[in-house]
């Protein structure tokens, strides 16, 4: 079965920066809409941002706009989250996942693929 593998978490403190990358297994996965979630303990997922095939329209959480940055390379199968200026609400688990859907919005429910997370910690 397809596998999306996320890495690049990890702890940094406030202002820093961490890029994540998620691996698809599969070239087919890297064809389709990606996008990033996020969950913070006792919160409920979290769209984060989103990316159509191919590199086309990129969307955002207002929360994260002009501060992450939604890229990927069909190429190399990874999609990447460059993430500047953390702040402490930033903290949660991280999961990428991609969408068969030909149109996508930013609801977790419209992806059918997804990776096991990657913790990112902002320290204060």
């Known amino acids: 079965q397809a596998q999306l593998v996320e890495s690049g978490g990890g702890l940094v403190q406030a202002g820093g920066s961490l890029t994540l990358s998620c691996a698809a297994s599969?070239?087919?996965?890297?064809?389709?809409?990606m996008g990033w979630f996020r969950q913070a303990p006792g919160e409920e997922r979290e769209f984060v941002a989103s990316?159509?095939?191919?590199?086309?329209?990129?969307e955002y959480a207002d929360s994260v706009k002009g501060r992450f940055t939604i890229s990927r390379s069909n190429y190399e199968m990874t999609l990447y989250l460059q993430m500047n200026s953390l702040k402490p609400e930033d903290t949660a688990v991280y999961y990428c996942?991609?969408?068969?859907?030909?149109?996508?919005?930013?609801?977790?429910?419209?992806?059918?693929?997804w990776g096991q997370g990657t913790q990112v910690t902002v320290s204060s």
């Open positions: 996942a991609a969408s068969t859907r030909v149109e996508v919005d930013n609801s977790p429910d419209a992806y059918d693929y």
């Open positions: 599969e070239r087919a996965l890297s064809s389709f809409a």
């Open positions: 990316i159509r095939r191919y590199g086309g329209r990129k």
